[in-house]
C-alpha cells in the first residue's frame, strides 16, 4: 500500500478564518437549526458506527451542540449520532449553493483543482494504469470552474460530471450512469463525510462500475491533529457537512467490510498547522504541554516541516484513499 507525501504552500489563515467562510459556516449552522426546529424532518438514529460498526455504546461523546456527535473508541472515527434524509441534506446544499456569488467557486480554486488532477496522474504514474476516463461524483455542482478546468489542465482525459441532485436520494441515477459510461476511474472528493448513508453510496458505485475501476475519495479526517486539540472547535469541523468524519483505520475497516482493495493512503492537509497556530497565538488559556511553546514560537518554515510530518504520519485533516473495485 502506497502513503504518498504531497508537498504543498501553506495557505493563507484567512482560508478558513475569512469573512467568506464564516458566512458559508453561519449557513450552514442556520440551515441545521431550522432542520432541527422543524417538527417534520424525518431522522435516522444510527447504532453502530458506520465505520467500523462497533455498538453505539463503546462510542464517547465528541459534542452536545445542536446536533449529538460521537467518537468511536474503536476506530477513531466521528459521526452523528442520527441525520436527516439523504434528500433533506441534497436539498439543502443546493439552496446554499444557489446563493452563493459567482466569483465564490471560480479560479480561485484553481490550486485546488490542479492538486486533484495531479493525484489522478501520479497515481495512474505509480501503478502504471491508463485512467483516460473520469467520473466526478457531485464535485462540479458546488466548484463551477471545474469542468473547465479538466477541460484545460487534464491531458486530454474524457471527464463526466455526475451533480448534485436531490431527486437522486437513494443514488439509483448514480449507479445507472456509471453503469453506461463505464469508467476507468471515479474521483469523489467532496461527498463522504456529507452523506446520511456512507455505506450505500460507496456500495451503489462498487457494484455499477467494471472490475478493476479506481475509486479516488478524499474527506476529512478524524486523526487529524486539529481535531485531537481543538475536537468540536475546529474550524474545519462544520455539520451539516460533517456527519461522518471518517479515521485511516475506520475507513480501511469500511473498505473491507465492502470488499475495495485499498492502494493508497495519505493525508494531504494543507491547513492543519495555520489553523492551530492561529489558535494557540490568539486565543486565551490555550496551554498545551508542548503544542503552545511550539506554535508560539513557529515561524513559516516550523510549520511547513509539521505540515510535511503529519502527512507522512498520516495526521493530517484530510484524508485521500485510492481503491480498486
Not at 486539529?226 to 485511516?248: C, H, K, M, N, Q
Request: net charge negative; glycine share 4%.
Amino acid at each position: 500500500m502506497q502513503t504518498p507525501v504531497f508537498l504543498d504552500h501553506l495557505p493563507d489563515v484567512s482560508t478558513v478564518t475569512g469573512e467568506k467562510p464564516a458566512q458559508y459556516r453561519l449557513a450552514r449552522n442556520k440551515a441545521l437549526l431550522e432542520l432541527m426546529l422543524d417538527g417534520d424532518t424525518t431522522w435516522t438514529r444510527r447504532q453502530n458506527c458506520p465505520a467500523c460498526g462497533g455498538d453505539f455504546a463503546r462510542s464517547k461523546n465528541f459534542s452536545q451542540t445542536l446536533l449529538e456527535f460521537q467518537r468511536c473508541t474503536d476506530c477513531n472515527t466521528i459521526y452523528a449520532r442520527r441525520v436527516p434524509s439523504q434528500q433533506t441534506l441534497d436539498r439543502l446544499r443546493l439552496d446554499i449553493i444557489s446563493q452563493k456569488e459567482a466569483g465564490d467557486t471560480g479560479n480561485n480554486r484553481e490550486f485546488e483543482f490542479i492538486s486533484l488532477m495531479n493525484w489522478i496522474s501520479l497515481t495512474e504514474a505509480r501503478l502504471q494504469l491508463l485512467l483516460d476516463t473520469v467520473v466526478d461524483i457531485r464535485f462540479a455542482s458546488q466548484a463551477t470552474a471545474w469542468p473547465e478546468s479538466t477541460r484545460r489542465l487534464s491531458h486530454n482525459r474524457s471527464w463526466d460530471f455526475l451533480p448534485l441532485s436531490p431527486e437522486n436520494a437513494d443514488f439509483e441515477d448514480i449507479g445507472e450512469r456509471l453503469r453506461n459510461i463505464a469508467p476507468r476511474a471515479v474521483l469523489m472528493p467532496t461527498e463522504l463525510d456529507r452523506v446520511a448513508d456512507p455505506e450505500t453510496l460507496i456500495r451503489t458505485i462498487k457494484q455499477s462500475v467494471p472490475a478493476g475501476t479506481m475509486i479516488f475519495i478524499a474527506s476529512s479526517c478524524a486523526d487529524g491533529l486539529e481535531y485531537e486539540i481543538l475536537g468540536a472547535d475546529s474550524p474545519s469541523f462544520i455539520p451539516l457537512d460533517r456527519l461522518t468524519v471518517f479515521s485511516i483505520k475506520g475507513f480501511q475497516t469500511f473498505c473491507a467490510r465492502i470488499g475495495l482493495s485499498v492502494l493508497e493512503v495519505s493525508t494531504p492537509g494543507r491547513l492543519d498547522a495555520v489553523i492551530l497556530d492561529r489558535y494557540f497565538k490568539t486565543t486565551e488559556n490555550s496551554d498545551i504541554p508542548f503544542w503552545s511553546g511550539f506554535f508560539r514560537e513557529a515561524d513559516q518554515n516550523r510549520l511547513h516541516d509539521l505540515q510535511i510530518l503529519l502527512q507522512r504520519s498520516l495526521r493530517s485533516g484530510v484524508l485521500r484513499f485510492v481503491l480498486e473495485a
